[in-house]
């Protein structure tokens, strides 16, 4: 019954024993212990800058969820752009409906300042 | 309604074909539009981005609230043929639809001039009231847990926000922490509970679980279903707040902007509930072996705890959030009483019920001044002499909620209490009438105060009152309070066809119920 | 006068009775606090005056239909149908129809006195508050107005829905006027007389839901008619039936109040302002009596006629009776005295009641009625003093009989009235009762006479030392009489007192056939109580 699951656990089995090797023969491999510089954080070869701690500025996240409205939008809709024919007229009523809602969001965001950095 | 029939309603829904959805929906596609046309008006309507929403924002939701509960009398006497779809076609969903409509009005009529006062008039606030009437609707409406599920997470996230409203108040920021955190982790136990109904029965369609159960064979999973449905009474239970899981209760209440305390206490709670008699009266009706002695305890341990607890109160808000966890005990006891009377007590009790707490609540802004909520009971001594209406309104609302003659509390008590002993609960009808005993003496406590004590200080209570609008809608409640009792027979007999339409399949109302499922 | 008789044989005097006095305490909340009295004076006078008639016209066998759940044959369903029931001025209009729940109304021998009795107080407390409330009046006069609609409501009641909800309706104003317009301690008095009544009324819910339900399970129809509680087909066992009628006792006695419950009634009188004790006094004890003869003792024939039952009521009213006067002697304050002195009377009353005789209960009627005048009066005049010199501390007067004699007069004259003597209605009463219980409880009685002699020893010392005595503070000298007003008070109840104190055969005999018909349900259930209330005619199937 379960015979055909079988190539997957041997996929299974090798990905985990390869992440194991990796790991194991890079420590191995590697020349030196910690230093103090290779202890730091690394920020793009530059002397670290303040407290790593900072708050951001919200509107970071706003922008930040802006982004996933936009993201799922995608995901939505590209499954119903496959099978558009399909679905027919009523898919692509719920699809306008979807779109619409999210523009009626996307106005109250406009409106409410959220697209502007300052 | 010959006027919707005119326009083109189909007189049996058949959810099978999809146009039939927009009907079926009417009232919940109503109220998604003008809760966003509220959203897109109020932005565009306020030049500059701090400063207040318009006073035409409130108007503009009760406009769009009387639009949704003309929309919803289109469901008057609809039926559907199959009961599979998602969304169930019944006067059960009628009623409860216009309870959650009275909720949410009621609540932004008391919000005019408290959020002003509070400085957080903001169209948001409005919005997010519609949006989550709109969860409440989906929620106590949907004939399939997905649905209700979906119903109970469109409702609650906008709660989460309401009642942080107040952001700079570290109180309501706290409550909304707290509830959020309570609320999503109850969401999770429904959602888990779902799963395993799922896996036991090989369907979330409650119409198909009833069958399934009700055909009485061995679908081997017992223990599956025992746990998804012990995991859904655990999220159910949280959100109507019934002792044990109503420890968000008290400082989620009292830390919320009143308003949005009293739409938690009404409409959230009456939508909880409707899910909860869809999800366990009907739908697992044939497992009630299971279930009935939890959900018995459940009612007994409610009754008599929060009623304790609301003895030792000294704050008046919170007296009510305990008040309303007690009520949450009552309207279990209608639920448990099974059959068509405790149903139609259950919508009986529950309008009833909303319409009163709102009213306090009402009287409890009325109350508070600019920054500060006057909610101790000191805060309310002499009012009722320096304010007769208020004070008038106010008793009217505590007796309706204790439960005395001449209110409607009284006649729902009543209709309870006669479901429970035509439902063979008699046990719990008297621990009621103990617990309403001891709830007596708290609510009394507020007339006492209010008309027995002098005020703190001469013109303590020169600024309470309410801006014509809210007055109008409390003095509203108030005659339906007591309009209730003396014209009760009508709500009653529109309470009684709701139920009956609930029943699994939708029966044609029948013009008198029979006597004869007496002392089953 | 063809009119007149017309609208007194016609359902609609009862029901003008209950709705007036409540439009009135709307018109008294309206016009302010200036002119509330004086409206609520013309709504007094005028529920007065339409009602007394009612004495003249009143018909001992009168009888009127009311719709009973009933069955022509044997082995046919149930339907209502009307029954011919000795209750007259009836209106059985259908309220909850679904449940059963009428409006359902009507005024008998014992009704008729106690709704008389009512509108009677109604204007002289109303002239009595003239003066002495001051603080909202507009509230206070509604208050008093809606009170004396539920009283009336409570003793019309023929549906026991109708009548719990008139009960509790008195509960509410009763509790303001104690609360509001009270003594230093009312809030504590008024909360206590609630709390003790709201639980017995409960209780009382409780019971009334069982019998309904009994009903229903019985005959599969529901109805809170008072003649359908006496359904002898809803037979209970004896067990569930002393535990109803516990539960209606319960209720029924603290209102009274019988011995252990009575422990509010002092707090309640002293706190309450003059109309509150007055009305308190007057009407609202005898709901508690009157419950049970309208209904505890005919709900459950057997467990109020089992001898245990018996004996405890005899015992509690006995002990009621010496022990309250024995308190009341030593109370020093006039106004605590004269509620111990209810307690006692109502001790009367408990044990004519239980005496089951027809000289018993008449008696117990008219202990009902006689105390419902002469401790009024004695209230009254214990306010008009307050108003004098604002103290009830006996302490404080002496030799009043010199400074206003017309006040010491009838301060005799109501003490008198209240020991008993005769000539007096107290006297008559007291008589009867005594004499009814001596034919089954001789020894009762015997124990029971000597609180007529307790009276005389609390009340003559208190008359003593108010009125005669000599006039030593000078506070005492400079009071002015009774006025008019105050006289227009006293009078009627004079002359009420002694009327039924020296030829009672009017009332007695308003009073005998609804007291016979009630003293017919002590036979058991096996024979149908609803026989001799008259039988079915004209079954009309009622949907």
Redesign the interface.
């Known amino acids: 019954m379960l015979r055909p699951y079988v190539p997957l656990l041997v996929l299974l089995a090798l990905s985990v024993v390869n992440a194991i090797f990796m790991v194991v023969l890079s420590t191995v491999l590697s020349p030196g212990g910690a230093t103090k510089v290779k202890s730091a954080p690394y920020e793009s070869g530059m002397t670290p800058l303040g407290n790593p701690r900072e708050r951001f500025s919200v509107k970071f996240y706003v922008v930040a969820i802006l982004f996933i409205v936009f993201d799922v939008e995608t995901i939505f809709l590209l499954p119903w752009a496959v099978s558009a024919r399909r679905l027919g007229w009523a898919g692509f009523a719920a699809a306008g409906i979807f779109i619409f809602i999210l523009t009626v969001g996307l106005i109250y965001e406009w409106k409410k300042g959220a697209l502007e950095w300052d | 309604m010959s006027f919707f029939a005119a326009l083109g309603r189909p007189e049996v829904l058949d959810l099978a074909r999809q146009t039939h959805y927009f009907w079926a929906l009417l009232p919940e596609i109503v109220l998604t539009l003008g809760a966003m046309l509220v959203l897109i008006v109020d932005v565009i309507h306020k030049g500059d981005r701090s400063e207040p929403s318009r006073g035409s924002i409130p108007v503009l939701t009760l406009a769009v609230l009387a639009a949704t509960a003309l929309a919803n009398t289109a469901l008057f006497g609809l039926r559907d043929v199959s009961a599979n779809g998602m969304v169930a076609v019944d006067g059960f969903r009628t009623f409860t639809n216009f309870v959650y409509l009275v909720a949410a009005a009621l609540c932004i009529a008391i919000s005019m001039g408290y959020l002003e006062r509070r400085g957080i008039m903001k169209g948001e606030f409005h919005a997010l009231v519609l949006f989550a009437t709109l969860g409440m609707m989906l929620m106590g409406g949907s004939r399939d847990l997905i649905m209700t599920f979906i119903g109970l997470e469109v409702m609650s996230v906008p709660i989460y926000v309401l009642v942080g409203f107040d952001r700079m108040d570290p109180r309501s920021s706290e409550a909304s922490l707290k509830y959020f955190l309570l609320g999503a982790f109850s969401s999770g136990f429904f959602l888990y509970g779902i799963a395993l109904v799922f896996g036991a029965v090989g369907s979330t369609n409650l119409t198909y679980i009833a069958e399934t159960l009700g055909t009485g064979t061995d679908h081997g999973h017992e223990r599956l279903l025992m746990a998804g449905m012990a995991l859904t009474l655990v999220g159910l239970g949280f959100k109507v707040a019934a002792i044990p899981f109503h420890m968000w209760t008290p400082d989620a209440y009292d830390g919320a902007p009143t308003p949005v305390t009293a739409l938690m206490s009404t409409g959230v709670k009456a939508a909880a509930f409707a899910a909860f008699v869809r999800i366990f009266a009907v739908a697992f009706a044939d497992a009630g072996a299971q279930w009935v002695p939890v959900v018995w305890w459940l009612a007994a341990v409610t009754m008599v705890g929060a009623n304790l607890v609301a003895l030792t109160q000294g704050s008046v808000k919170r007296m009510l959030a305990y008040s309303s966890i007690a009520h949450a005990g009552y309207l279990l006891v209608a639920l448990l009483s099974g059959g068509d009377t405790g149903k139609a007590a259950f919508l009986f009790y529950i309008l009833a019920y909303t319409v009163m707490t709102a009213g306090a609540f009402g009287i409890v802004i009325a109350n508070s001044r600019d920054g500060e909520e006057r909610v101790t009971l000191e805060d309310y001594a002499g009012l009722g002499l320096e304010k007769p209406w208020l004070g008038a309104a106010f008793s009217i609302f505590l007796l309706s909620l204790a439960g005395f003659p001449l209110t409607a509390g009284f006649l729902g008590k009543l209709y309870i209490l006669r479901a429970a002993v035509e439902g063979g609960q008699a046990q719990l009808a008297v621990i009621l009438v103990l617990a309403s005993l001891v709830s007596y003496f708290y609510y009394l406590r507020v007339i006492v105060v209010m008309y027995m004590r002098p005020a703190r200080s001469e013109g303590w209570h020169a600024g309470a009152g309410l801006p014509l609008a809210a007055r109008t809608a409390v003095l509203a409640a108030c005659v339906v309070v007591v309009a209730m009792f003396f014209a009760g027979a009508v709500p009653m007999r529109w309470a009684e066809q709701s139920a009956l339409s609930l029943w699994r399949q939708p029966a044609p109302v029948a013009a008198s119920p029979a006597p004869a499922s007496l002392f089953r | 006068m063809d009119f007149l008789k017309h609208l007194y044989e016609g359902p609609g005097i009862l029901t003008f009775l209950i709705a007036f006095p409540l439009l009135g305490a709307l018109a008294a909340w309206l016009v302010g606090d200036r002119s509330a009295r004086a409206t609520a004076l013309v709504v007094g006078i005028v529920e007065l005056l339409v009602s007394v008639p009612l004495f003249f016209t009143f018909d001992p066998t009168g009888t009127c239909p009311q719709s009973v759940i009933g069955r022509q044959n044997e082995g046919l369903p149930f339907a209502f149908s009307q029954l011919t029931v000795p209750f007259q001025n009836c209106t059985d209009a259908p ?5 059963g729940i009428h409006f359902r109304i009507g005024l008998d021998g014992i009704s008729l006195f106690m709704v008389l009795l009512t509108t009677l107080l109604l204007p002289l407390m109303v002239l009595g508050s003239w003066t002495y409330i001051r603080d ?1 009046q507009r ?1 206070f006069y509604a208050m008093l107005l809606a009170l004396t609609a539920g009283v009336v409501g409570v003793f019309v009641a023929l549906d026991m829905f109708v009548f ?2 008139f009960w ?2 008195v509960l ?1 104003p009763m509790y ?1 006027l104690i ?2 317009w009270g003594g230093k301690e ?2 504590y008095a ?2 206590k007389f ?2 003790y009544t ?2 017995g009324s ?1 209780l009382m ?2 019971a009334i ?1 069982y019998v309904y ?1 009994r009903v ?2 019985v005959t ?3 109805s809170f008619s008072y003649f359908d509680f006496m359904n002898p087909l809803a037979a209970f066992s004896a067990r569930e039936e002393a535990l109803l009628f516990l539960a209606f006792a319960l209720a029924f006695a603290v209102k009274v109040p019988i011995f252990p419950f009575h422990t509010w009634l002092p707090h309640a009188h002293v706190q309450a302002p003059t109309a509150g004790s007055v009305i308190l006094a007057g009407v609202l004890l005898k709901m508690g009596t009157y419950g049970f003869i309208r209904f505890a003792v005919p709900f459950f024939p057997d467990a109020a006629h089992a001898p245990g039952a018996v004996k405890w009521a005899m015992v509690l009213g006995v002990i009621g009776i010496i022990y309250a006067a024995m308190v009341a002697a030593v109370q020093p304050n006039a106004k605590k005295l004269v509620a111990y002195t209810s307690v006692a009377h109502l001790g009367f009353v408990i044990l004519g009641i239980f005496a089951y005789n027809l000289i018993g209960l008449q008696g117990a009627l008219m202990v009902m009625i006689g105390h419902g005048l002469s401790t009024p009066m004695l209230f009254f005049l214990l306010g008009m003093l307050y108003e004098r010199r604002h103290s009830y501390e006996i302490e404080d007067f002496g030799g009043l009989a010199a400074s206003i004699p017309v006040f010491a007069t009838m301060l005799v004259f109501a003490a008198m009235a209240s020991i008993g003597l005769p000539g007096t209605s107290g006297f008559v009463s007291e008589f009867l009762v005594l004499l009814g219980t001596f034919k089954t409880h001789p020894y009762v009685a015997l124990l029971a006479s000597t609180g007529v002699i307790f009276a005389a020893y609390y009340m003559l010392p208190m008359v003593q030392k108010v009125a005669f005595n000599a006039l030593r503070s000078p506070a005492n000298r400079d009071i002015p009489d009774l006025d008019r007003r105050e006289l227009a008070i006293l009078l009627p109840l004079v002359v009420l007192i002694l009327w039924i104190g020296i030829y009672p055969k009017p009332f007695l005999d308003r009073m005998e056939p609804a007291a016979l018909r009630l003293l017919a349900t002590q036979s058991t259930r096996l024979a149908p109580p609803m026989q001799p209330m008259g039988d079915v005619a004209a079954a009309a199937p009622n949907p």
């Open positions: 309220w909850f129809a679904d449940w909202r509230t719990y909800v509790e309706l509410i303001f609360g509001v009312r809030v008024a909360v609630f709390l709201a639980a409960l819910l409780v839901l339900f229903h399970s599969g129809m529901s």
